[in-house]
């Protein structure tokens, strides 16, 4: 590669199918011109060929012009369409979402109540089971206490009437 090519390299191949349009028309105005032709006839064809050049060139643009703009809408047309997609999908996320949080918020407060009735049902277990147990050591404590009685009556009758029988 020499300098020149280092310097100013060749982009992509639109430039080099510009430069070989370029080179086709200078070529053959070059023809045209060194043509063995008088002059008055070789205006005439000169003028003929830029006459058919322009119309063609013009042909060309009308073309490139209509199919961008047919480009132009169906681009405009597909980012509508695609737009349209894009809020439709985020607004049922959206409301799946918020569904969601509702049904996790109403399973999360049954779960709560049902916690609350268990520990409220168990509380009045337990305290039935503590009074029922403690009514039971209350009667047992009182007939130990009256067996103890009886018990301390009988060793003091005892006591006395040996005491009695020994004077």
Same mark, same amino acid.
């Given at each position: 590669?020499n300098k020149a090519?280092?310097?100013?390299?060749?982009?992509?191949?639109?430039?080099?199918?510009?430069?070989?349009?370029?080179?086709?028309?200078l070529?053959?105005a070059?023809?045209l011109?060194f043509?063995?032709?008088?002059?008055?006839?070789m205006?005439?064809?000169?003028s003929?060929?830029?006459?058919?050049?322009?119309?063609k060139?013009?042909?060309?643009?009308?073309v490139?012009?209509d199919?961008?703009?047919?480009l132009?809408?169906?681009?405009?047309?597909?980012?509508?369409d695609?737009?349209s997609?894009?809020?439709?999908k985020?607004?049922?996320?959206?409301?799946?979402v918020s569904d969601s949080?509702q049904?996790?918020a109403a399973t999360?407060?049954e779960?709560?109540?049902?916690?609350? /009735?268990?520990?409220?049902e168990? $509380?009045?277990? @337990? *305290?039935?089971?503590?009074k !029922? %147990?403690s009514? &039971? =050591? #209350? /009667?047992?404590?009182?007939?130990? $206490?009256?067996? @103890? *009685?009886?018990?301390a009556? !009988? %060793?003091?009758? &005892? =006591? #006395?009437?040996?005491y009695?029988?020994s004077?």
């Amino acid at each position: 590669m020499n300098k020149a090519e280092t310097e100013h390299p060749v982009e992509s191949s639109n430039t080099f199918l510009k430069g070989i349009f370029i080179g086709g028309l200078l070529g053959a105005a070059a023809a045209l011109l060194f043509a063995p032709k008088p002059g008055s006839e070789m205006r005439s064809d000169l003028s003929d060929k830029l006459s058919l050049a322009t119309d063609k060139t013009k042909e060309v643009a009308g073309v490139v012009t209509d199919k961008t703009k047919t480009l132009a809408t169906t681009v405009s047309e597909k980012a509508t369409d695609l737009a349209s997609t894009v809020s439709a999908k985020a607004s049922d996320i959206f409301s799946t979402v918020s569904d969601s949080k509702q049904q996790i918020a109403a399973t999360l407060q049954e779960t709560g109540k049902k916690i609350g /009735d268990t520990v409220s049902e168990t $509380s009045g277990e @337990v *305290a039935s089971d503590v009074k !029922d %147990a403690s009514q &039971e =050591v #209350a /009667d047992e404590a009182k007939d130990a $206490s009256k067996k @103890v *009685a009886d018990e301390a009556k !009988d %060793a003091k009758d &005892e =006591v #006395a009437s040996s005491y009695k029988s020994s004077y």
